[in-house]
């Protein structure tokens, strides 16, 4: 499913890969489509079965982390709130949440150093402000897992990594020592559970929102192959770039034949896209097999 098209429930927005729905005054309907971003640009093209693996993974890890930080799930099945000709729209594929006030950055931490933060590295020997130490080579991991914030892109722009104090000024500093601290923290429990099922988990992003307490809450999705590098641990070697279960596949393919990074994207050969769903769900299989 490219896009939904829900007439039950008014439209909020469609963003690269969700069509946003509002429930009531508090709460909204999460459709997570089959459209993939990949350098912020939307892909002409569906991805087989994208949208049911990344709520099948984000509703794994926001339970199994909701020790940690409180999240957006309310526990309504979406095909209760919407026509009955339209539950096939939804089903597997969306979540109704608490809508929150949203936080304007992306916290991103990295574990390795892999994508811009390689590219950084290699110029300044820092990413996002962070000095590392000399020598580091490609796909390394570091020291201890560091917090590389970044702002919101609307589609069809980039998002932009920002130093720690510029997230200060963005979003106060109290708040931005918490979300640093807890987004640590999720990946570090995310990723030692990763390990013991083969997958390293490079780096993620998660977004938060405040309640009307102004207590944080993770939103949007969690640790998924649209969000995260996952590498598999058995063929992983520092100083080259990694095999990964994500979406570098399709930006591989992409580079090869010369994307400009703009839109519009090219459309996406059959082949290709089974072989960037296959990926995700043997993620999937992987980090939820008992």
Wanted: aromatic share 8%.
């Amino acid at each position: 499913m490219y896009e939904s098209t829900l007439k039950s429930l008014p439209l909020i927005a469609r963003g690269k890969v969700r069509d946003i729905y509002a429930v009531g005054e508090d709460k909204l309907l999460i459709v997570t489509t089959d459209r993939l971003s990949a350098y912020d640009v939307i892909l002409p093209t569906p991805i087989p079965a994208k949208g049911e693996i990344l709520v099948t993974l984000a509703n794994f890890w926001f339970h199994k982390l909701a020790h940690v930080v409180p999240n957006q799930l309310t526990g309504i099945d979406p095909a209760s709130i919407v026509a009955a000709s339209e539950r096939d729209q939804v089903m597997g594929r969306a979540l109704v949440v608490n809508k929150y006030k949203v936080l304007p950055i992306e916290a991103v931490v990295r574990g390795y150093l892999e994508g811009s933060g390689w590219s950084e590295y290699q110029q300044t020997q820092s990413v996002c402000g962070i000095q590392l130490p000399a020598g580091l080579q490609r796909a390394a991991k570091l020291p201890q897992p560091i917090f590389t914030p970044a702002t919101k892109a609307k589609a069809g722009e980039h998002d932009e990594n920002i130093d720690f104090a510029t997230c200060e000024k963005i979003i106060g500093r109290a708040r931005a020592a918490e979300v640093r601290d807890t987004a640590i923290r999720l990946y570090q429990e995310a990723a030692d559970y990763a390990l013991t099922k083969g997958i390293i988990i490079a780096d993620t992003k998660f977004e938060f929102g405040l309640d009307t307490h102004d207590q944080l809450h993770l939103i949007d999705e969690a640790l998924t192959p649209d969000s995260s590098r996952f590498w598999p641990l058995a063929s992983y070697k520092v100083g080259e770039s990694p095999e990964s279960f994500d979406k570098q596949y399709i930006r591989n393919w992409l580079d090869s034949i010369g994307f400009n990074r703009k839109p519009p994207a090219p459309s996406v050969p059959a082949d290709i896209a089974q072989k960037t769903s296959d990926k995700y769900r043997e993620a999937l299989v992987r980090l939820m097999q008992p």
